[in-house]
Nanobody, 119 residues
Framework: QVQLVESGGGVVQAGESLRLSCAAS????????MTWLRQAPGKEREFIGF????????YYADSVKGRFTISRDNAKNTVYLQMNSLKPEDTAVYYC????????????WGQGTQVTVSS
């Protein structure tokens, strides 16, 4: 059974940092792009960025570039989202998802983890 399990969400003050984890299991993800997305209340889901598992190449949305960093630990089969200088507008449910090489759709999703940034 393929699973993506996010963890690490919580409540922080503006300006603080938080690291989210996405533990992947049930298959090999070497040909996948592991993606982070978020959805704030009343808003559409927003792309944050991804990391290609095989190469470690990353890509970020302009809204988070310079503040957020995606990394992976091959030994732990885990992808991370390091979030620095958090702002109240970063408040959302954060999801990780896996997109296969050449695919435009996400094959697997995690359940999401809530991040709340207070001012």
């Amino acid at each position: 059974q393929v699973q993506l399990v996010e963890s690490g969400g919580g409540v922080v003050q503006a300006g603080e940092s938080l690291r989210l984890s996405c533990a992947a299991s049930g298959r090999t993800f070497s040909s996948y792009a592991m993606t982070w997305l978020r959805q704030a209340p009343g808003k559409e889901r927003e792309f944050i960025g991804f990391i290609r598992w095989s190469s470690g190449t990353t890509y970020y949305a302009d809204s988070v570039k310079g503040r957020f960093t995606i990394s992976r630990d091959n030994a732990k089969n885990t992808v991370y989202l390091q979030m620095n200088s958090l702002k109240p507008e970063d408040t959302a449910v954060y999801y990780c998802a896996a997109r296969g090489s050449g695919s435009t759709e996400y094959a697997y999703w995690g359940q999401g983890t809530q991040v709340t940034v207070s001012s």
